[in-house]
């Protein structure tokens, strides 16, 4: 690993919101060169891509820094209950079955679509598929199927189960890197044309958006302006749960692996699951008190600025350049999410699905509670407890799905 730039972690941050900064004031800059530019290019992507640049020319690197970890443990569930915290469950409950079934489709996409892109893949180029023993490439595929229906959890269970060889799963875990996340760059780009993609799916997207504008008319309603003191309640409430459920995480986790290892497969043995299924659940709860007014004096706007910083550190985690230190394999995961991506649309195109039930049910399956809700952010920040919610499911259908498809890839490998 080349060593970046700068390592500093400080440094790293103020490179990060230096980036969030540029794109924030271009993109609400009068210029007409601006205005043009973020009408075909959405600012989450640039927010998302401009860190992946920085970390590919060696500036700085996602490897070496920890503000990823930070992000992912302490903003991410602090943003979720400042975003869920006014939740309406029952206008989310009107969403319909369109979403569930979206989600299901991606996981169907990710198992059948490993198998095809190892068939094609090795009708052109049968060496790729090649190795023996803990070797085989595709048990190495297998922690890649584990990460893009679940998360991590999932991915280091087939490790396990299939016993996958420690120098094929580093080189599996670029691969999952990359093709998670140059897909998430076209669900983002979709985000900012989602109205003509609409349009070509026929897809109704009136519960989607009567929500938003149920939940903007709440906001204007408690909306105030706030002082000094309702910012520090705001981030008291947002990180004082976020404490909580990292503590309860802390003691469920490991009791679970004690006294009922086999719920491992469920990935309730992984701390960092409990901790978004707890943050969540309390947000939800708060949700039917008075603390949901905590949104009139900008929760959601303060959770939406975590979650921007949580993309930064996400595309930080992205090196293009590694697609050439075994290009075979990446040419394999790229297919898979070719694969994946066409079931979806033509799901949504048969089901006239709005686009924003593909890319969450999508990203809920590929990457987890770490990026469905930026996702489902990206439409509107009150819906990213949708992305939590069906990340939870992905988690835990994900270790069956994925060893589906790692016999799957096992019996067309020979």
Request: include cysteine; charge should be neutral.
């Amino acid at each position: 690993m080349v060593e970046p730039i700068f390592k500093n972690d400080a440094i790293v941050l103020g490179i990060l919101m230096g980036i969030l900064g540029f794109v924030f004031i271009t993109s609400s800059s009068k210029h007409p060169f601006w205005k043009k530019f973020y009408k075909y290019i959405p600012g989450l992507l640039l927010c998302y891509f401009i860190p992946s640049i920085f970390n590919s020319l060696g500036i700085i690197s996602g490897d070496s820094s920890n503000l990823y970890f930070v992000a992912s443990r302490y903003l991410l569930p602090t943003s979720l209950v400042l975003l869920t915290i006014s939740i309406d469950l029952h206008e989310i409950k009107k969403l319909g079955s369109k979403a569930l079934i979206m989600f299901f489709t991606g996981t169907l996409g990710i198992i059948i679509g490993g198998p095809l892109a190892i068939i094609i893949v090795s009708a052109v180029s049968p060496d790729i598929i090649g190795g023996s023993g803990p070797d085989s490439v595709w048990r190495g595929l297998s922690t890649v199927a584990g990460s893009w229906i679940g998360g991590g959890a999932n991915q280091a269970a087939m490790k396990e189960v299939f016993e996958v060889n420690d120098s094929i799963f580093s080189a599996m875990v670029a691969v999952d890197v990359i093709g998670a996340n140059v897909w998430m760059a076209f669900l983002l780009y979709g985000t900012g044309i989602n109205n003509k993609i609409d349009s070509w799916f026929q897809a109704d997207a009136t519960s989607i958006n009567e929500l938003k504008d149920k939940i903007e008319a709440y906001q204007a309603q408690i909306l105030r302006i706030p002082n000094t003191s309702d910012t520090v309640k705001v981030l008291s409430v947002g990180f004082g749960i976020t404490a909580f459920a990292h503590f309860g995480a802390d003691i469920i986790a490991p009791t679970i692996l004690q006294n009922a290892p086999w719920l491992s497969r469920f990935s309730l043995t992984s701390s960092f699951f409990w901790l978004i299924v707890l943050s969540t659940i309390i947000s939800v709860a708060l949700s039917f008190t008075k603390a949901r007014e905590l949104e009139g004096v900008g929760a959601s706007r303060i959770g939406s600025v975590f979650i921007y910083i949580l993309v930064a550190t996400i595309g930080m985690k992205m090196n293009v350049m590694a697609v050439f230190d075994n290009p075979g394999l990446f040419i394999i995961g790229l297919i898979w999410m070719a694969i994946h991506a066409f079931i979806l649309i033509a799901v949504a195109k048969i089901i006239k699905a709005p686009f924003f039930f593909l890319a969450v049910g999508s990203q809920a399956n590929v990457g987890g509670a770490a990026s469905a809700p930026v996702v489902a952010s990206a439409f509107h920040p009150s819906l990213a407890p949708v992305g939590v919610l069906l990340a939870v499911l992905g988690y835990a259908i994900g270790t069956y799905g994925a060893w589906l498809c790692g016999i799957l890839m096992q019996t067309v490998s020979g």
